[in-house]
């Protein structure tokens, strides 16, 4: 006892001086101070001030922490990296998962990253894993960790390991033959329904949570109370919600061919995930897909949400019970296969990584990623960061195949490829791919944002040769109209020509519950923004002049919100609108330079 006396009192003179900013406390001061506080529960002055000032703002608690700037930034990476090297110690001492669960669940809690009942909930579930990984890796260092995790200024990721290339068949481009047909194709994207077995109409919106509007949240405020199809706030969709968007689409739009289902069935609520109830929910959602559209083969992939716990997406290799993502994998084959959505052939990649390719017609080839792998959050990439499941080789050989067949491809894939939460490495290759192939690449279909946006791919002379659609979402998840889009598709070349958007106004669903919301065509795309066609090019020149046109600058900035009232009530002017068109930009460089260039013109 008179030793760790000894120790506190050493340590405690050593700190000497106030820190007066947050940029004045080192990783390695904050790591022996947390150190400390783990293992013998003394809080020093130093402690106190560092805690003070590295204390997450709660306004930022739900925000991606990847999107973070100056002072918040240098203060998440001090978080990270001291966080990681006390659990790297404690582990590597033989300290148990639930101690150190215990330790991290309270400076989670004194950080104010979220309350304890959310800290508790997401640490226990992540623990087990982050465990796994660092007893199978000796040599992964805490800067290593927060860099694939932030990969910022603050937290640069720099481990060689991260960066690796796939092989790219470079030769030179094949002219791909059009079938000449006049035939129109309709394709219907849904995607992130993010169903809440547990929502509650006049539940509490404003709970402080990660999720709001569930039951047995804290108490409601009779002026604030959750809607009945659903909230702007925190909130995620009731199933009576889901029901009436298949409902309305199955009696609205008699003439679709497919039906792309972009991914994300599973909730917000990250701290209270279970393998069972995300089974019961994806079994519940796809079959009442699979009710609804009988005659419609639909082409569903995974969102983030899926896997329990959130984001994680295991090596196939792995199998141990509380780590496995196998048994997501054999789930979906089993329905998506059984449905009759997918053919026999596609189990075994979907095993491998949940990913498929299908031709549902000569010379058309939907191919369909688990982009999911890259997201920086998979704590999965900091055991086997190369490649995950070989899905990228995968892809480039698809392609390479689809080229020699003459076909023309469909990208599906719920992480866009401007994404800035996906691996930089894994996003640099992804896009060598897209550039090589895009001759054939006719248009991809991402969702996850929530927002209705598109990408357009960029190679590395800066010339734009690729389009993606981003979806939206049913979910209102956050602040935000549901929405679904109906595709026009040319049926020789399978490029998309136009798009119609469908919302319903929620404000407005809201205060006539007892009656269904009205859906309505919010846009035509052509028609919206003035184009002939929506090839690359005319969508490089479109945001050209959205850059400099404050009508079509603004009408892209109402519809990327959904035009719903909360998200469009703040401050944004002409410049921070501008931001949004720089959110479309995919490109192998710096796209911020791009877009500033793009700006400038």
């Known amino acids: 006892m008179?030793?760790?006396?000894?120790?506190?009192?050493?340590?405690?003179?050593?700190?000497?001086?106030?820190?007066?900013?947050?940029?004045?406390?080192?990783?390695?001061?904050?790591?022996?101070?947390?150190?400390?506080?783990?293992?013998?529960?003394?809080?020093?002055?130093?402690?106190?001030?560092?805690?003070?000032?590295?204390?997450?703002?709660?306004?930022?608690?739900?925000?991606?922490?990847?999107?973070?700037?100056?002072?918040?930034?240098?203060?998440?990476?001090?978080?990270?990296?001291?966080?990681?090297?006390?659990?790297?110690?404690?582990?590597r001492r033989g300290m148990s998962v639930e101690d150190i669960g215990k330790t991290i669940t309270k400076l989670c809690v004194r950080m104010n990253i979220q309350k304890e009942r959310v800290c508790k909930g997401v640490i226990e579930l992540n623990l087990p894993i982050i465990a796994y990984i660092v007893d199978s890796k000796p040599k992964l260092t805490a800067s290593t960790v927060c860099g694939v995790v932030l990969e910022s200024k603050a937290c640069p990721l720099t481990d060689s390991e991260y960066d690796w290339s796939i092989d790219i068949d470079n030769h030179t481009d094949v002219l791909i033959t059009e079938n000449g047909t006049n035939e129109q194709v309709n394709i219907l994207q849904l995607t992130d329904f993010h169903y809440d077995p547990l929502y509650e109409p006049n539940g509490n919106p404003n709970c402080g949570e990660p999720l709001c509007c569930r039951r047995n949240q804290n108490k409601t405020d009779a002026n604030s109370l959750a809607g009945f199809w659903g909230d702007y706030e925190s909130c995620d969709t009731p199933w009576h919600s889901i029901t009436d968007v298949l409902t309305h689409v199955k009696d609205t739009h008699q003439n679709i061919d497919y039906i792309y289902f972009t991914g994300d069935v599973i909730d917000h609520g990250v701290w209270e995930t279970s393998n069972e109830g995300n089974k019961e929910s994806l079994e519940k959602v796809y079959n009442k897909m699979h009710e609804m559209f009988k005659n419609i083969t639909v082409y569903p992939i995974l969102g983030n949400h899926e896997p329990h716990p959130l984001n994680q997406f295991a090596p196939n290799s792995i199998t141990e019970d509380n780590l496995t993502t196998n048994g997501l994998y054999k789930l979906i084959a089993d329905l998506w296969?059984?449905?009759?959505?997918?053919?026999?052939?596609?189990?075994?990649?979907?095993?491998?990584?949940?990913?498929?390719?299908?031709?549902?017609?000569?010379?058309?080839?939907?191919?369909?990623?688990?982009?999911?792998?890259?997201?920086?959050?998979?704590?999965?990439?900091?055991?086997?960061?190369?490649?995950?499941?070989?899905?990228?080789?995968?892809?480039?050989?698809?392609?390479?195949?689809?080229?020699?067949?003459n076909e023309f491809v469909h990208i599906l894939s719920h992480i866009p490829a401007n994404s800035n939460a996906c691996l930089n490495t894994?996003?640099?290759?992804?896009?060598?791919?897209?550039?090589?192939?895009?001759?054939?690449?006719?248009?991809?279909?991402?969702?996850?944002?929530?927002?209705?946006?598109?990408?357009?791919?960029?190679?590395?002379?800066g010339v734009a040769k690729n389009i993606a659609w981003n979806g939206g979402s049913i979910t209102t998840f956050s602040r935000l109209n549901p929405n679904?889009?109906?595709?026009?598709?040319?049926?020789?070349?399978?490029?998309?020509?136009d798009y119609q958007n469908w919302m319903y106004n929620l404000g407005s669903a809201n205060k006539n519950s007892h009656t269904r919301p009205h859906w309505y065509k919010s846009y035509s795309f052509k028609a919206e923004y003035g184009l002939s066609d929506l090839s690359a090019q005319s969508l490089n020149d479109w945001l050209i002049a959205a850059a400099h046109n404050d009508t079509l600058l603004n009408r892209y900035y109402r519809n990327f919100f959904k035009r719903a009232d909360p998200s469009l009530k703040g401050n944004c002017d002409l410049n921070c609108q501008k931001q949004y068109l720089c959110r479309t930009i995919a490109h192998i460089g710096d796209a911020s330079e791009l877009c500033n260039n793009i700006l400038r013109n």
């Not at 506190?8 to 001061?29: H, M, R, T, W, Y």
């Not at 959505?341 to 080839?365: A, C, D, M």
């Open 484 to 497: 679904y889009k109906v595709y026009a598709v040319n049926g020789s070349n399978y490029a998309v020509t």
């Open 426 to 461: 894994w996003k640099r290759e992804y896009l060598r791919i897209i550039n090589r192939y895009s001759h054939l690449i006719k248009a991809e279909f991402n969702g996850h944002t929530h927002n209705d946006e598109i990408a357009i791919f960029y190679n590395a002379d």
């Open 337 to 405: 296969i059984n449905f009759g959505w997918l053919p026999e052939s596609t189990r075994s990649t979907i095993h491998q990584g949940g990913y498929y390719t299908v031709t549902p017609k000569n010379g058309f080839r939907i191919i369909a990623l688990n982009s999911n792998v890259c997201y920086t959050y998979n704590w999965w990439l900091l055991y086997d960061p190369t490649d995950p499941d070989g899905q990228l080789q995968w892809l480039a050989n698809t392609l390479s195949n689809a080229e020699k067949n």
């Open 2 to 91: 008179w030793l760790d006396k000894l120790i506190v009192l050493a340590l405690f003179l050593q700190a000497n001086g106030s820190i007066q900013k947050i940029e004045d406390i080192s990783v390695s001061s904050f790591t022996n101070e947390l150190e400390l506080w783990a293992t013998l529960d003394y809080e020093t002055e130093l402690f106190k001030n560092m805690t003070r000032l590295l204390k997450i703002p709660t306004e930022h608690q739900n925000s991606d922490w990847r999107t973070f700037e100056a002072e918040i930034d240098t203060a998440i990476c001090t978080i990270c990296q001291g966080t990681v090297k006390t659990v790297m110690t404690m582990r």
